[in-house]
Antibody
Framework: EVQLVESGGGLVQPGGSLRLSCAAS????????MSWVRQAPGKGLQWVSVIYSGGSTYYADSVKGRFTISRDNSKNTLYLQMNSLRDEDTAVYYC???????????WGQGTLVTVSS | AIQLTQSPSSLSASVGDRVTITCRASQGISSALAWYQQKPGKAPKLLIYDASSLESGVPSRFSGSGSGTDFTLTISSLQPEDFATYYCQQFNSYWTFGLGTKVEVK
């Protein structure tokens, strides 16, 4: 069974940093396209970042230069390093697997990041 | 960036009703569109992909249609478990979502 479990969310001050983790089971992270998607409170879904199976990474313009996606193949875990956090980064962050690089077919339960002073 | 406009933003319906949600893309995306269902406090669930293909395990009362810029999600007979928010998503160029349509109890 495919399972994704996020952790690492919490309260952080503006300008601070946080690292999110997403532990996968039932499939191999490094063989798939993996992504982070976020949802601000009461709002819609926003794609944040992707890492391809080959290692290439891409980011939404709103987080480019501040967030870094990575993976640890030995731990079968996806990460999102978030620096220079802003109020508008407050959201539930989901990790998701991209099937055929197009469809978010498996999601974690989400982890809440709150940026506030 | 490709933008997706969903309408309506919310609707009220009763069990058994036929429900239709539309999604318009800011430029042509062929059939590179998916639909998701999200319930409060839960992650989204994939329903439809490639505009009209039903994801495995999804009830046949859900269907999708369209290509190019105009797409539709239809629930043929609304069930109690279908009250939720629905999002369209394009994968023609990176990935973007519509703002969602909340289906509420009438």
């Amino acid at each position: 069974e495919v399972q994704l479990v996020e952790s690492g969310g919490g309260l952080v001050q503006p300008g601070g940093s946080l690292r999110l983790s997403c532990a996968a089971s039932g499939f191999t992270v490094s063989s798939n396209y993996m992504s982070w998607v976020r949802q601000a409170p009461g709002k819609g879904l926003q794609w944040v970042s992707v890492i391809y199976s080959g290692g290439s990474t891409y980011y939404a313009d709103s987080v480019k230069g501040r967030f870094t996606i990575s993976r640890d193949n030995s731990k079968n875990t996806l990460y999102l390093q978030m620096n220079s956090l802003r109020d508008e980064d407050t959201a539930v962050y989901y990790c998701a697997r991209l099937r055929i690089g197009n469809l978010f077919d498996s999601w974690g339960q989400g982890t809440l990041v709150t940026v506030s002073s | 960036a490709i933008q997706l406009t969903q309408s309506p933003s919310s609707l009220s319906a009763s069990v058994g009703d036929r429900v239709t949600i539309t999604c318009r893309a800011s430029q042509g995306i062929s059939s590179a569109l998916a639909w998701y269902q999200q319930k409060p406090g839960k992650a989204p669930k994939l329903l439809i992909y490639d505009a009209s293909s039903l994801e495995s395990g999804v009830p046949s009362r859900f269907s999708g249609s369209g290509s190019g810029t105009d797409f539709t999600l239809t629930i043929s007979s609304l069930q109690p478990e279908d009250f939720a928010t629905y999002y369209c998503q394009q994968f023609n160029s990176y990935w973007t979502f519509g703002l969602g349509t909340k289906v509420e109890v009438k």
